[in-house]
Nanobody
């Protein structure tokens, strides 16, 4: 059974950094695509970044490119999202997601992921 648990959220001032972690069990990173999404109340879940060793792909949303970095530690089955130069518009609940079957063209689509964590709140003050 796949389980994903996020941690590392919090409240920071604009310009500062946070590092989110996603601890995964029941899956092998080399066979799964891992991703981060975020959501604010009243809006749809938004793609942030994805990493797939299986497809050799790393993808970022334009809004975070150059500020966020997705990475994984296969030995620890942990994925991280390093978020630098945070902005108030980055405020959201951040979710970790995974899929063993998603295809390249669907990486930005939340419906392509079958496993989700419970989310962690990131709040950025101006």
């Amino acid at each position: 059974q796949v389980q994903l648990v996020e941690s590392g959220g919090g409240l920071v001032q604009a310009g500062n950094s946070l590092r989110l972690s996603c601890a995964a069990s029941g899956l092998t990173f080399t066979r799964y695509t891992m991703a981060w999404f975020r959501q604010v109340p009243g809006k749809e879940r938004e793609f942030v970044a994805a990493f797939s060793r299986r497809m050799g792909s790393t993808l970022y949303a334009d809004s975070v490119k150059g500020r966020f970095t997705i990475s994984s530690d296969n030995a620890k089955n942990t994925m991280t999202l390093q978020m630098n130069n945070l902005k108030p518009e980055d405020t959201a609940v951040y979710y970790c997601a995974s899929s063993a079957t998603i295809i390249q063209s669907q990486l930005r689509n939340p419906q392509g992921y079958g496993y989700w964590g419970q989310g962690t709140q990131v709040s950025v003050s101006s």
